[in-house]
């Protein structure tokens, strides 16, 4: 237990590192309900997910973990963390028992853990995808809660709660995370229709956990839509945020609004298909030309104060630039080895960024002992020691916005470069610009009314 506790606290640490911004909505809920509680969260990032949530809950966690992950290795570890596998068949190819007998034995250990008033994790999707969506849930779930009531007599007392995780970008290091805790569901509220034998009650219980999950997490139809979503929180959301009055520092208040940017173009595709397509088509035309002109929106947003932006921008850089000289020589092979030994380990995109942040709990760590180790030999000064280590991961952090600023910066000075050898071709990028800002404004008036 005392192992469990330093590691949760070692990877919450690492995760608000790792994402420039973590929200959670809802907290309150996870502190409320205890145990016997299934956590029922959906799955776009591999095993960052479990990470995220199991950090945020006071107690222990278990977790329901592909089959294919055990091995004689692995087993002792996960044991020791309880993660229960769930197997599918070509799981179980070198064991002599069948799935569906070891997944038996999977849902007894659920319920003996549930009747100890204990909490399980589980992705009710089945498997991982980085997009905006979420799939057709397993009925997986609601048998292992009706199962553990019904074993019972549904005095357990079991609550599901649904969580979504909504990230920005879930493969790139300094991204965004927003925590979103659902509703909580009963699972005594079923007792006077579930038999054994019946699978109805189990199909609506997924279906309510389906619904419920649904309204904790972004989703989109397809590419299509998530691209054409995404372009016009790009260009019009922090005017949304102005006409809505919300705050765009709040990820909650962001997330409703793409819910309502997503909901609004459906009604648009639906209702009105031909302005549809031709938002579509600006808006696409307009990022594409962002895109080879090494341009982002940003900079036409602030064109009126382009000038003192960027000398104060200059001014900032350049009174910092010791600052990020010092933290990028003592942080840059630390922060470097974790993405080039992710790369070695794994092609898989999806499994990069869960990697390289547990990679980096251990290679920071260590790099970072040995430098100072190399500082205090050299120096014998225990003062001079204290402060440098006082200043690693400071500077480590300087150096992450420095270079943040300095993106801005270069996108700031290639438009001006622009306006001033192409003055004809940024007026045109100008005009594009405000026929998409006016067209979204009218649409907006068209969808309230």
């Known amino acids: 237990m005392l192992f469990y506790i330093l590691l949760k606290w070692i990877i919450r640490v690492a995760l608000r590192v790792f994402f420039r911004r973590f929200q959670v909505y809802g907290l309150e809920k996870l502190k409320v309900v205890k145990g016997p509680l299934i956590l029922a969260v959906n799955h776009p990032n591999t095993f960052m ?11 222990q966690v278990a977790f329901i973990a592909n089959g294919s992950i055990f091995n004689r290795f692995t087993r002792p570890i996960f044991k020791y963390l309880h993660v229960i596998p769930v197997y599918r068949k070509k799981d179980t190819s070198d064991v002599p028992l069948s799935p569906a007998e070891l997944n038996k034995q999977t849902f007894q250990r659920c319920y003996d853990y549930l009747e100890a008033r204990g909490t ?61 805790v659902g509703q909580p ?12 034998d019946d ?30 979503v995404a372009q016009i929180e790009t260009l019009y959301k922090n005017q949304l945020f102005e006409d809505l009055l919300l705050n765009r520092r709040l990820k909650k208040d962001e997330f409703f609004l793409i819910k309502q940017i997503i909901t609004a173009v459906r009604h648009f595709e639906e209702q009105r298909p031909q302005l549809y397509k031709s938002l579509q088509t600006q808006l696409t035309n307009y990022f594409d030309n962002l895109k080879q002109l090494h341009l982002s929106d940003e900079v036409f947003a602030q064109t009126r104060r382009i000038y003192p932006y960027l000398w104060q921008t200059l001014l900032s850089l350049l009174i910092g630039f010791p600052v990020y000289v010092f933290g990028l ?31 980096g709990v251990i290679v920071f760590p260590v790099v970072y002992a040995f430098q100072i180790g190399v500082i205090h030999s050299f120096f014998q000064d225990v003062w001079l020691t204290l402060g440098f280590a006082v200043l690693l991961p ?4 300087f150096v992450l ?25 940024m007026k045109s990028l100008i005009n594009q610009r405000n026929g998409i800002f006016e067209e979204l404004k009218e649409a907006k008036k068209k969808y309230l009314r």
């Open 49 to 59: 997910d479990p990470l995220i949530v199991a950090t945020l809950m006071p107690q």
């Open 120 to 180: 399980i994790l589980i992705f009710p999707e089945g498997t991982s995808e980085i997009e905006r969506r979420l799939r057709e849930l397993k009925t997986g779930t609601a048998r292992i809660a009706l199962g553990a009531e019904y074993e019972n007599d549904f005095r357990l007392g079991l609550t599901i709660l649904p969580i979504g995780l909504n990230y920005s970008d879930p493969i790139h290091f300094r991204s965004e995370v927003f925590v979103n």
């Open 185 to 196: 569901i009963t699972v005594s509220d079923f007792k006077e229709k579930y038999r054994p």
């Open 199 to 228: 699978f109805e009650t189990v199909e609506e219980l997924t279906d309510l956990i389906q619904k419920r999950l649904s309204d904790t997490v972004i989703i989109t139809e397809d590419d299509e839509e998530d691209t054409l």
């Open 329 to 359: 020589i003592f942080n840059y092979i630390p922060y470097i080895l974790p993405s080039k030994i992710a790369r070695l380990i794994t092609s898989d995109i999806t499994y990069r960024a869960p990697l390289m942040m547990s990679l």
């Open 394 to 397: 400071l500077s480590g952090y």
């Open 401 to 425: 916005w420095y270079w943040d600023v300095v993106v801005r910066l270069r996108h700031t000075w290639q438009a001006l470069r622009l306006f001033r050898h192409k003055p004809s071709l």
